[in-house]
């Protein structure tokens, strides 16, 4: 009884004002209604073989595109890359401007030139990867639906294509190198990298000597 009362007690409740406890930041480039790309950082990402599945603001310009144009293309930077992704992140391409972003947010229509990145043409649809991202994931959004409290929408993205920076290629195989890989971490608001490799699971296919 006594050592689980201690191990209660080195636990508190709290609420944190948002659950972002170290997920990977993506720039997701889509097609506006007048065919010029809009560019949009995010934080809830993750994947289940081929398919993505996207947290997207509701209000935003990007879950507005989707819906309308399922094409885009899921641009993952690296840390050296957080300057970029946080000058994109008090714009909106909504015009006007939500009335829950306004007081935070500004309309910027040029979202590449705002955050110093460039456009590249894709070449399975219609929105341009980001050229400094080493990873970029071409894509159609398959099912995009409210989510359970309706601030957000839940995107189900089928990848058609991967671009990937050869350095971070282990030479000869399909393989990323996780070693030559780190991508640009989201923790509670605040961007980090990876720290050095601890180890590596049972299923990997890029196992390193030790």
């Known amino acids: 009884m006594e050592t689980a009362a201690a191990e209660q007690a080195a636990h508190i409740a709290i609420e944190p004002s948002i659950l972002y406890f170290g997920t990977p930041v993506v720039l997701l480039s889509t097609r506006n209604e007048d065919g010029t790309p809009n560019l949009a950082p995010m934080s809830s990402a993750w994947a289940l073989g081929r398919t993505v599945v996207l947290g997207l603001g509701a209000q935003g310009q990007t879950a507005r595109n989707l819906a309308a144009r399922p094409e885009l293309v899921i641009n993952v930077p690296g840390p050296e890359q957080w300057r970029a992704v946080e000058r994109l992140a008090p714009l909106t391409g909504r015009d006007p401007v939500p009335a829950a972003k306004a007081d935070r947010f500004r309309f910027e229509p040029d979202k590449f030139a705002a955050s110093g990145l460039r456009a590249t043409a894709s070449e399975t649809v219609a ?84």
């Open 127 to 210: 929105p341009p990867r980001v050229a400094e991202c080493p990873l970029q994931l071409e894509a159609r959004a398959v099912r995009v639906e409210p989510g359970a409290s309706g601030d957000f929408v839940i995107a189900q993205a089928e990848v058609l294509r991967v671009h990937a920076d050869p350095r971070m290629v282990v030479p000869g195989t399909q393989h990323v190198d996780p070693a030559e890989w780190s991508p640009l971490i989201y923790n509670f608001r605040h961007y980090f990298g990876l720290g050095p490799e601890l180890g590596h699971s049972f299923r990997t296919e890029t196992p390193r000597v030790p």
